[in-house]
């Protein structure tokens, strides 16, 4: 037995050997599970938010199983703290700080822009005794003040 193949089995023990690793798994296909159910059941019509949430939070522990065990962070130094801490921070912070810039930004969007917007436009209030929606006419205005 060489000296590579004594230090891969030991540290195969180390890390409690197959029986951990199935046991993971097993986690994984329960979650897996618990998410399937999530998305097809009757909570999705109901209460999407809350589906979503859920299924959110079902898919975080699953990524948090894979990251710790099958890419051995689990026992690492405590520095993967000194890295992972600050991003996660700064992940959230960002998107505290741009959720009200992408919210209300569509307020002033013309109806040209809504042709071209991920979501659909909002109907577009009438003008008394014009044949226009409104919005048309705002976006006129716009594009002949730039």
């Known amino acids: 037995m060489n000296e590579h193949e004594h230090y891969s089995t030991e540290e195969h023990m180390h890390h409690g050997g197959n029986a951990k690793y199935l046991a993971v798994f097993a986690c994984l296909i329960v979650l897996t599970a618990i998410s399937f159910w999530l998305g097809s059941s009757s909570l999705m019509e109901t209460s999407p938010a809350v589906g979503r949430a859920g299924m959110m939070a079902v898919s975080c522990a699953k990524a948090l199983l894979v990251m710790l065990f099958f890419m051995h962070l689990i026992w ?5 703290y ?4 600050p991003a996660s921070l700064m992940s959230v912070f960002l998107v505290i700080m741009l959720t009200p ?5 569509t ?17 577009a209030p009438r003008d008394e005794g014009h044949d226009h929606p409104a ?3 705002r976006g006129e205005t716009e594009h002949a003040e730039h």
Not at 76 to 80: C, T
Not at 82 to 85: D, F, K, P, S
Request: charged share 30%; no cysteine; net charge negative.
């Open 76 to 80: 690492e130094a405590n520095w993967k």
């Open 82 to 85: 000194v890295l992972t801490i």
């Open 101 to 105: 810039d992408i919210a209300f930004r």
């Open 107 to 123: 307020h002033k969007y013309s109806l040209e822009r809504w042709k071209h917007a991920s979501e659909s436009a909002p109907p």
């Open 135 to 137: 919005e048309e006419h």
